[in-house]
């Protein structure tokens, strides 16, 4: 059964301060998504990782994937107010195991960033 | 292009009462879903449908059911809601790389 653990579950930075969410998976897989969610709103798709090394960046956001440590990491660099979220990834099965209806979302990191 | 269309936005219901929460997507994708989302707890997949006219299950489907005559639509409907079924309601669709694009959400209260 594939698990996703993301952390820290909540994270208090300072603006112009670089952190890293992790994003930790159980079984093998080659696709992986990042999506952010404003307070009260709906969730936007940020980045797709479906290849081992992968890595994507837009604007203060990288995130990477290392498909043989079940690892993602989403990079914050200098951050900003306007990325005050809370960030969920997503894990989908490996290839031929099924599509996005067996992907397993980890409870997200609320990100508070504060002047 | 509107994306993902959800309505109703807000409802209140009684326990007991029925309702259906529409969903409709322009981007011709095939693969429809929905999910539910509850304080701290992620998304839950309720039901998904793979094209018009097949559906199935996912984690949570106990109280609801769906259809998918059109490859457009994707209603999902509640049966005598209990207040467990108290949460917000996400239908998304998604394309040949998986990605899911969400619509708006659907807040439900069930007392």
């Known amino acids: 059964e594939l698990k996703v653990e993301q952390n820290p579950l909540f994270l208090s930075m300072q603006e112009g301060k670089n952190y890293t969410i992790y994003c930790n998976y159980s079984?093998?897989?080659?696709?992986l998504y990042w999506y952010r969610q404003d307070p009260g709103k709906s969730l936007e798709s940020l980045f797709v990782l479906l290849s081992n090394g992968a890595v994507k960046q837009e604007g203060r956001l990288m995130a990477s994937l290392d498909t043989k440590a079940r690892l993602s990491t989403l990079h914050i660099t200098a951050a900003v107010h306007d990325l005050s979220a809370t960030y969920f990834c997503?894990?989908?099965?490996?290839?031929?195991?099924?599509?996005?209806?067996?992907?397993?979302f980890g409870k997200g990191t609320k990100l508070t960033v504060n002047p | 292009n509107a994306g993902v269309t959800q309505t109703p936005k807000f409802r209140i219901l009684k326990i007991g009462q029925s309702m259906t929460l529409q969903c409709a997507q322009d981007m011709n994708h095939n693969y429809m879903y929905w999910y539910r989302q509850d304080p701290g707890m992620g998304l839950k997949l309720i039901y998904y449908s793979v094209g018009a006219g097949i559906t199935d299950k996912g984690e949570v489907p106990n109280g609801y059911n769906v259809s998918r005559s059109t490859t457009e639509d994707f209603p999902l409907r509640l049966e005598l809601a209990a207040p467990s079924q108290t949460s917000v309601y996400f239908c998304?669709?998604?394309?040949?790389?998986?990605?899911?694009?969400f619509g708006e959400g659907s807040r439900l209260t069930v007392l």
């Open positions: 998304a669709s998604s394309g040949v790389t998986g990605e899911l694009f």
């Open positions: 997503a894990v989908g099965p490996y290839a031929g195991q099924g599509g996005s209806e067996k992907l397993v």
């Open positions: 079984t093998t897989s080659d696709r």
